[in-house]
Nanobody, 120 residues
Framework: QVHLVESGGGLVQSGGSLRLSCVAS????????MGWYRQAPGKHQRELVA????????NYADSVMRRFTISADNAKDTVYLQMDNLKPEDTGVYYC?????????????WGQGTQVTVSS
């Protein structure tokens, strides 16, 4: 089991910045990829915002490219999402996720989510 706890959400004006943090605990040795997903208001699906592998390879949604930066501190089992130049369409609940790879009875784990609201 991997337990994830997010923090850092809040209300910010358009053009502002926020930094999200996600601390992992438990069987963290199983982690292959950490990612941030968001669920926009009124939508059921969560979309991938950014991800980072244990080797440091990053991936971003087109909509956040050059505005958001994902990073990890492996010693602290923590992943960050620096969000700059925020837009109202970035509003949503942001969830931390980890993929522990195939072969486990439970592969994916989620945090409880943190609300980000960007006012225009």
């Amino acid at each position: 089991q991997v337990h994830l706890v997010e923090s850092g959400g809040g209300l910010v004006q358009s053009g502002g910045s926020l930094r999200l943090s996600c601390v992992a605990s438990g069987s963290t040795y199983r982690i292959h990829v950490m990612g941030w997903y968001r669920q926009a208001p009124g939508k059921h699906q969560r979309e991938l915002v950014a991800s980072i592998t244990v080797s440091g390879r990053t991936n971003y949604a087109d909509s956040v490219m050059r505005r958001f930066t994902i990073s990890a501190d492996n010693a602290k089992d923590t992943v960050y999402l620096q969000m700059d130049n925020l837009k109202p369409e970035d509003t949503g609940v942001y969830y931390c996720n980890t993929d522990t790879g195939a072969g486990w009875s439970e592969r994916y784990f989620w945090g409880q989510g943190t609300q980000v609201t960007v006012s225009s």
